[in-house]
């Protein structure tokens, strides 16, 4: 993957450096329930978006508001939809959307470009790597990707859920020094802004943990955004992989020039020290597990105290079907204690399980590599 970043975002004024931002730009701004899209503010924002382009910044968008749209022109307003209507309101409003942005980025001559995608495209490597390639083939001839999820095909257990996670994932795919998400309040608050007029906008964030999650106020509460949750999780998935993340208000005329000029706008979210690889955070955030191998307590110990590779010998069963590469979970005595990457199929491994790495060529003919998961390939469940 080629690397756009220099250093990683550790103060405002670093954010001076950011060379790749993914902007992800939620419903309540977009649409309205009378008049359908706002164009005005789409306008507004791409203003902004195009003064960094223009600043050598590349970027990509990442918008909800097809639902939304869809909804207002089937006139399906006030009440919850089944999926198939959400799914349909979707296919309704996605051209709607892009319509929109094309309109206020041919004002600056840029192109825009549609990518729809489901978790499922992120899940898979030749997938990933296509989505990447492509951005960076769109970066190269100064076009705009606009990413929604891909919501015609999607159901639950492939859905991203919300565009704040699908824009953290962006965020790895394109290699993004930030991610910033646009919405309707001026970014995190230590209490409900709504409720109290002491509530004091948090300024920087260098370890998201509990206490800011409990600031957040929960999923289902709201601070007028609904989404606050939602923001933290995308923001703690972004730092984890080394992407700083902010939150600031879409609706405030200036605030993502002020952002990215380093001054004292919204809520930043400081890359986190502990930050894992791509590679590890796809593991964790992106793959589902196809299978688990149980391991003895030696191998247990080796993965977790010694930072050792699994070895066939320490494996006493292997549950499911999977291939040369798949995810699978580690399971000690005590439950999962990682996740990684098998080099080898689960047949191949019920075949070499509890047997000497010298011995995988006798047994299977072949011998590829010595570990059954490399310590590069596997992350603890306790740094996750
Ligand atoms: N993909 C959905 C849409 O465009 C939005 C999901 C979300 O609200 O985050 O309507």
Redesign the pocket.
Same mark, same amino acid.
């Given at each position: 993957m080629k690397s756009s970043r220099s250093e990683m975002i550790q103060s405002r004024a670093d954010l001076t450096c950011a060379r790749r931002v993914v902007v992800k730009i #939620? $419903?309540s701004l977009l649409a309205d329930a009378d008049e359908g899209i706002c164009q005005d503010v789409i306008d507004r924002l791409v203003d902004d978006l195009a003064g960094l382009m223009t600043g050598g910044i590349d970027v990509v968008v990442v918008? $909800? #508001? !097809?639902?939304?749209l869809g909804r207002v022109d089937c006139d399906w307003l006030g009440r919850e939809l089944s999926v198939h209507e959400k799914q349909a309101a !979707?296919a309704i #409003?996605?051209p709607k959307?892009m319509s929109a942005y094309a309109k206020a980025f041919a004002r600056h001559d840029r192109s825009v470009a549609q990518m729809l995608l489901t978790k499922d495209d992120l899940r898979n490597r030749r997938r990933y790597l296509n989505a990447s390639n492509t951005s960076e083939t769109l970066f190269s001839v100064g076009a705009v990707p606009i990413v *929604?999820?891909n +919501?015609t095909v999607v159901v639950s257990e492939i859905k991203f859920g +919300? *565009?704040?996670s699908?824009g953290a994932l962006v965020s790895m795919v394109i290699d993004a020094d930030l991610l910033v998400m646009l919405t309707d309040v001026e970014g995190l608050f230590d209490k409900n802004p709504c409720t109290h007029a002491d509530a004091k906008r948090v300024g920087i964030v260098a370890h998201l943990d509990e206490e800011h999650v409990a600031m957040a106020g929960g999923a289902s509460s709201s601070f007028g955004t609904g #989404?606050m949750a939602s923001k933290l999780s995308a923001a703690r998935v972004a730092t984890k992989s080394g992407v700083a993340a902010a939150i600031i208000s879409g609706q405030k005329p200036g605030a993502l020039r002020n952002l990215m000029s380093g001054g004292d706008e919204g809520t930043l979210f400081l890359c986190g020290v502990d930050r894992q690889t791509r590679r590890k955070h796809w593991i964790t955030e992106v793959l589902h597990p196809a299978g688990e191998i149980l391991v003895d307590a030696g191998a247990a110990k080796a993965l977790l105290k010694q930072g050792g590779s699994l070895l066939p010998i320490g494996v006493v069963s292997v549950e499911g079907v999977f291939d040369k590469g798949d995810c699978v979970e580690i399971v000690g005595s005590d439950g999962v204690i990682a996740r990684g990457l098998c080099n080898y199929t689960a047949e191949e491994m019920r075949l070499i399980m509890g047997h000497a790495s010298g011995d995988i060529e006798s047994i299977l003919g072949f011998h590829d590599f010595t570990s059954v998961i490399h310590r590069d390939n596997l992350v603890l469940t306790s740094d996750v």
């Open positions: #939620g $419903s918008t $909800s #508001g !097809a639902v939304a !979707a #409003g996605q959307l *929604n999820e +919501d +919300d *565009n704040d699908l #989404g």
